[in-house]
């Protein structure tokens, strides 16, 4: 299948190229007439009503065109945008005209959520690269929303600027009045400027999305189709600074053991910081912070992992969230990429900055005080373009060295550090050419950490480097078909206890002993590894495709700055896709896809073998079905010892349904099933649903539970060295059948007081259950075949601490085998409630509460939701306090 797989990529592209080769060049799209702008010398109040005279005159833009439900047609209102500027701002109005405006849809919600109300938004380009840019947009209620463009179809709003906008709302409809400071927008001084410009109006009870330019059917791109915003002469960009200093008060009542010597269950901490953001000449943004404090930020979910794979949580601090997107390598050109088990690395993971110390304790350590997280002395970056087209982000921390305090169990006490002083930089630039229709990337992630005598060399790398380089190429003059990829590699080094760590961990797994190829290497004080990817997309017209190949070397590793799940993988998929694109009297676009994906290690064990299916349907009214579904076919399984030989992958497949109701509507609701089986008996099942409800404006209630049933012939229990087990290469490799059962809820009250006073409640609580039984052991490698303890001869038996012990041959010479007693029961329940004010723009309070409680206990396994909610209800609960004031400075 392998030759056949790269023959048929193979094909893909050169077909593609020969298609550029053959096609005549396109005409020049039909260019939207430019949108004057109007210089103003008297101030213009921001209070949604339109009385200036600036905004009496002819309107910069009208006669918008629908988006959808039908693209092309005419606007069901109409809509009039007038913009203008001065030394320090830009500005834009726009009368949002309604024939019904007791029907217009305005509820409040915290900044960044419109909450399905009517929305008008308008873009920029202002380097005019027609490919990158800004959005600031203003629901009917008042809500502020903005973000960053890339890529020229994606948006990010993790960007929050300090602006202005108010909304009014009257007979003939409503009215949004914007300052845009120049100072939040970074550009190119010219005498006669040229920014590109877009506005998009959202008509929420029609389900109508307006814009004065839209993408055509069967077309992708859209900062690439803005019109030209002319008039801006004698505009220079402001060259100031923003300070944010802020002050903290944190009280924490925590749960503690009486005898801990260092927690009677208080503590109180005060703390000061800031953020600093200015200008580098036109083109670039200086941000820096010292000592970051991101205590008003939701809290993450409990997950309960079983996997050899370290979970992954989002980036929520928002020092690191604003301009994230600048830091974006790897997939960029094309406007979507598939994946199929391949495992995408994320070059530039933030949350390794800061995160919780990795230093262990003493062994027989009865008590300790350990940092929650390490602390950021400071850190800077800087984002902007240069030169045209020629994007560019640096970023810069240091973190602290942090120690422990601990005592043994013989009342000795003493303290260690934990983690060392750390130095993280970032380098990221991408140029676009000819139109964007090409563009090269470069990226390249340091760590470098500074033992000092503090005996954590055989704990962590010393040195860390990744590099990678990345690109795309139209293959076509209409830019129908995109080539696009990156190459990658990675360097750590340390000591030899280190290295060796290393090659044992489960990303790379270089014991595995039927591995002739790998191998550990106690001598080792480096690891390199490489990798690269290579997708060929077609991106307009009703057939679309989207293929891929790429490898990682064993020894490529990204997790000192990134994240990466594993290495030694070659994967490459097939996909194809048809999209009825042009909306009838019920549906908005439905389309279909089919793909077929394999992977295999460096050892050329075939590891996966895949097809997949997919339909997804969009009706006019909102509603949304997803149904996908495939077959597995019987591979290697080269994980499922944990480092030990591979054993057998069995046949099997999954189904996944999805369905979602207008989220528009004051009452929205989804549901989603997804069942998955194979041939040896496993099977999964996991249900969700959930629901949004708007009782009133400002208002909205969330709850989504779910439940997971999930039944596992073999699941990895533990690993014994016996050289009398020949045919598994001298290890016991043993494994139980599980039955886990897992219940859990999300809920949310967001309440808007008004566009600038929230309150927002989170909670999660969770229940899991997992029971462990008919406990076995790998009987062949390659194989799925086990010798069930208690049979042919072989034993199982319970100690007094109730440990399941296993001796696989009864009386004779094999050693037992400790099994533990797997089995749990854990339960949790953590939320927090956040009171936001942005008192001024850009100044913000927080008052914070946060509970966390859980509880994990190894019995049975046996699954009890009601009595297990009700001991979690009785369960000490940790409890944290804090409330923050920044204040925004322009000097």
Not at 734 to 763: C, G, H, I
Not at 822 to 845: D, H, I, K, M, Q
Request: one cysteine or more.
């Amino acid at each position: 299948m392998r030759p056949v797989l790269f023959s048929l990529l193979l094909c893909l592209a050169a077909s593609a190229a020969a298609a550029a080769q053959q096609a005549p060049a396109p005409p020049p799209p039909p260019q939207h007439p430019p949108v004057h702008a109007v210089r103003v010398n008297d101030p213009i109040v921001i209070d949604g009503i339109l009385d200036e005279e600036v905004w009496q005159g002819p309107p910069s833009a009208e006669g918008f065109r629908q988006q959808s439900p039908v693209p092309g047609a005419p606007e069901s209102q109409r809509t009039a945008v007038w913009v203008a500027y001065d030394d320090d701002a830009l500005y834009v109005a726009a009368r949002l005209y309604d024939t019904s405006p007791d029907s217009i849809v305005a509820r409040l919600g915290r900044r960044d959520d419109s909450s399905g109300s009517d929305e008008f938004v308008v873009c920029l380009d202002t380097f005019h690269d027609k490919r990158t840019g800004y959005y600031f947009g203003l629901s009917a209620a008042g809500t502020l929303f903005d973000g960053v463009l890339l890529n020229d179809s994606w948006d990010d709003n993790s960007w929050d600027g300090v602006w202005n906008g108010r909304v009014h709302r009257d007979a003939r409809g409503w009215t949004a009045e914007m300052r845009i400071p120049l100072s939040q927008v970074r550009f190119r001084t010219a005498d006669h400027m040229v920014w590109g410009v877009n506005f998009n109006r959202t008509v929420s009870r029609r389900n109508e999305t307006d814009r004065m330019v839209i993408i055509p059917l069967r077309e992708s791109g859209f900062v690439s189709r803005f019109a030209d915003l002319v008039g801006l002469d004698g505009l220079h960009s402001q060259r100031k600074i923003e300070v944010l200093p802020y002050t903290t008060g944190k009280a924490e009542y925590l749960v503690h053991d009486r005898a801990d010597p260092f927690n009677d269950g208080s503590r109180y901490t005060p703390a000061l910081g800031g953020d600093l953001r200015t200008s580098l000449g036109s083109n670039l943004t200086l941000n820096a912070t010292v000592n970051p404090d991101f205590g008003q930020v939701e809290i993450d979910p409990a997950v309960v992992n079983l996997s050899d794979v370290e979970s992954y949580f989002q980036e929520k601090r928002p020092f690191f969230t604003e301009g994230l997107s600048v830091f974006r390598c790897g997939n960029n050109g094309a406007s979507d990429y598939w994946g199929f088990n391949w495992p995408e690395p994320t070059f530039f993971y933030s949350r390794r900055i800061g995160r919780a110390p990795g230093g262990s304790l003493p062994d027989d350590a009865l008590y300790s005080n350990v940092p929650v997280a390490t602390r950021i002395l400071g850190a800077a970056k800087i984002t902007g373009q240069p030169q045209p087209g020629f994007n560019v982000g640096v970023l810069q921390a240091l973190t602290q060295k942090e120690m422990a305090d601990y005592e043994l169990s013989d009342s000795t006490r003493g303290s260690t550090a934990v983690e060392p002083m750390t130095y993280y930089g970032v380098l990221r630039g991408l140029r676009s050419f000819n139109h964007d229709r090409q563009g090269l990337g470069l990226m390249t992630l340091e760590t470098a950490r500074m033992f000092n005598g503090t005996n954590l060399d055989g704990q962590f790398n010393r040195n860390a480097l990744v590099g990678t380089m990345d690109g795309w190429t139209a293959l076509d003059p209409k830019k129908d078909w995109v080539l696009s990829g990156y190459v990658t590699g990675s360097r750590v080094d340390g000591t030899t206890e280190r290295m060796t760590s290393l090659q044992q961990d489960p990303r790379h797994y270089y014991q595995r002993p039927d591995r002739s190829d790998l191998g550990v290497d106690p001598n080792a004080t480096s690891l390199q590894g490489a990798g690269a990817r290579l997708w060929v997309n077609h991106e307009k017209g009703p057939w679309l495709s989207n293929s891929a190949i790429g490898f990682l070397t064993p020894g490529y590793e990204v997790n000192d700055l990134g994240f990466g799940s594993r290495s030694d993988v070659i994967n490459g998929h097939l996909g194809l896709a048809y999209n009825w694109d042009k909306p009838n009297g019920w549906r908005d676009h439905w389309y279909v896809l089919g793909a077929v994906a394999q992977m295999w290690n460096f050892g050329g064990q075939h590891t996966m073998n895949q097809l997949f299916l997919k339909t997804q349907l969009e009706q006019v009214n909102g509603l949304s079905w997803d149904l996908s579904g495939g077959s597995m076919g019987r591979s290697t399984n080269d994980r499922g010892t944990r480092g030990g030989p591979a054993m057998l992958n069995p046949k099997g497949g999954w189904v996944s349904f999805n369905f979602d109701t207008n989220s528009k509507e004051k009452l929205f609701w989804w549901l989603s099933v997804n069942p998955d089986f194979d041939d040896a008996g496993s099977h999964s099942e996991y249900y969700e649903t959930g629901l949004t409800w708007r009782p009133r404006a400002g208002l909205a209630l969330t709850a989504g539970p779910s439940f997971a049933v999930n039944h596992q012939d073999a699941q990895y229990v533990t690993q014994a060295t016996d050289p009398l087990a020949t045919s598994t290469y001298g290890g016991r490799y043993a494994f139980a059948v599980l039955d886990q059962k897992t219940a859990a809820a999300e809920f949310r009250v967001d309440w808007s007081m008004t566009p600038n006073l929230s309150l927002q409640l989170y909670a999660q609580p969770l229940v899991s259950s997992g029971r462990y039984s008919q406990y076995k052991e790998l009987a062949q490698a390659g194989t799925y075949d086990f010798l069930v303890y208690g049979t042919n001869g072989s034993t199982i038996t319970r100690d007094s601490d109730g440990n399941y012990i296993a001796d696989p041959d009864g009386g004779g010479p094999a050693p037992a085998v400790d099994l533990g007693a797997p089995s749990f029961n854990y339960r949790s329940v953590r939320g927090n409630v956040v009171l936001r004010w942005e008192y001024l723009p850009g100044s913000t309070a927080y008052v914070v509460w946060t509970q966390e409680r859980d509880r994990q206990v190894y019995d049975d396994g046996s699954f009890h939701l009601r009595p297990t909610l009700s001991e979690l209800g009785r369960t000490a609960a940790n409890n944290i306090f804090l409330v923050k004031v920044s204040h925004h400075f322009e000097l």
